[in-house]
């Protein structure tokens, strides 16, 4: 039992998700060793069941290194829609039961309890909304409980598979102290080799350093990284809504039927959106588009799709809603788009695609716009909306006036 003042987080994570959406549709991969990712020699794997990890296999190991550690395997390349249909099906049964959730990822939630041991007990609450996911979706799926995120989300990776645990207040240094530092959520590949060099392998001798010389080496970095682990983080479970979005407009000069430029602008709109997305390490789940006659009669048109954060998802789909909403054939005033649904996940974004020249392409793109700003790469076609004469309707003015950015 809780005490007065005291928080109660939970952190729910879909055991080895992508698998287990497949081993729903097909019976038979139970109990097999199951790679899921780019089926060419050149894929990587997205994920894989605990039965392949026996063998070291990884997500983000290069999939022909996968094959040869566990040449019994099976390959499959995956659907993201598949997965996006299991994961909105969990995220409605968890707002229907929890007072405060944040969804994090397509597969990851924290919940926040706290008080609920004075009406229930928060361990018994989460254990039943763990069941009633399983019993309804079919989907295994692990928790942590304690008194913060960043001890309910290690000890949920402790929990795996399929099980629950609690770390009680006052016993969270104990309960970190013997783990390695990778544990730890905000220490990466690059900081975990520098703490390797100073002979800091366990949580516990992070705990026994002076945070002084956490701070000196890392910065801030290293005054979180000391409080997490001694068990102390202050962040708040942030209420998810899935309305969160991005969105883009464009109010012309004077109001114009030029089909071509309209869609180099949506183009244009599309393309810059999907980056704002990969920069903020999202995806979206859905896109609407909008059009607003000289009449000032609006008119939106919306489609959801498996989360994504790609130009090769995100654009097409654009311009076909447009070529629908666009029934009136008069005058417009303003058109825009907007990507909603969104959620944290931009290894999402190309995970079953074994297009890898695709993959490095938005990369190369991307560090290019990081330095020299947002515009400074474009497509072909989003040129057009750029490249417009001061004698036409647009004025020559910039095409995207990015609005409500709220990732």
């Known amino acids: 039992m809780s005490i007065k003042g005291e928080r109660a987080i939970v952190h729910m994570d879909l055991d080895t998700f992508f698998v287990s959406c497949e081993r729903l549709l097909d019976s038979r991969l139970n109990g097999k060793p199951i790679l899921i990712g780019g089926t060419s020699s050149r894929g990587v794997v997205a994920s894989c069941s605990y039965e392949a990890r026996k063998f070291g296999i990884h997500s983000a190991m290069p999939m022909k290194m996968a094959k040869e550690r566990c040449p019994e395997a099976i390959i499959i390349k995956g659907n993201s829609a ?161 309305r969160k979005s991005i969105s883009t407009e464009r109010t012309f000069d004077r109001d114009t039927i030029d089909v071509k430029k309209m869609r180099a602008i949506l183009f244009a709109m599309a393309e810059n959106l999907a980056f704002q997305l990969r920069r903020a390490n999202k995806v979206c789940g859905c896109i609407t588009v909008k059009v607003r006659y000289s009449d000032f009669q609006t008119k939106t048109l919306q489609k959801t799709l498996p989360y994504t954060a790609a130009d090769h998802d995100i654009i097409p789909l654009v311009l076909e809603l447009f070529e629908k909403v666009y ?60 490249t417009i004469s001061r004698s036409n309707p647009f004025n020559g003015e910039p095409p995207l006036l990015l609005a409500n950015r709220r990732v």
């Open 82 to 242: 598949t997965y996006s249909k299991y994961s909105k099906l969990v995220t409605e049964l968890i707002a229907e039961e929890s007072p405060l959730y944040e969804k994090t990822s397509i597969d990851e939630f924290y919940i926040d309890l706290s008080g609920m041991d004075r009406f229930y007990g928060c361990m018994k609450y989460a254990n039943e909304l763990r069941h009633r996911i399983f019993r309804e979706t079919g989907l295994p799926i692990s928790f942590g409980l304690s008194q913060n995120k960043t001890v309910s989300k290690i000890a949920t990776g402790e929990a795996k598979p399929n099980n629950a645990i609690q770390i009680n207040h006052g016993t969270e240094k104990h309960f970190l102290a013997p783990l390695s530092i990778r544990k730890i959520p905000s220490i990466g590949l690059k900081t975990y080799h520098t703490l390797c060099g100073l002979g800091v392998k366990h949580i516990q001798t992070l705990q026994e350093m002076p945070v002084d010389l956490l701070e000196h080496t890392f910065g801030k970095t290293g005054v979180s990284i000391w409080k997490k682990a001694q068990g102390i983080d202050e962040s708040p479970v942030v209420q998810y809504n899935e």
């Open 327 to 386: 029934v009136r054939r008069v005058l417009i005033r303003l058109i825009g788009v907007r990507l909603s649904h969104l959620v944290s996940g931009h290894h999402q974004m190309s995970l079953f695609n074994d297009d890898e020249k695709k993959s490095d392409l938005y990369q190369a793109m991307d560090r290019i716009r990081e330095r020299y700003g947002d515009r400074s790469i474009m497509r072909a076609l989003g040129m057009e909306a750029k």
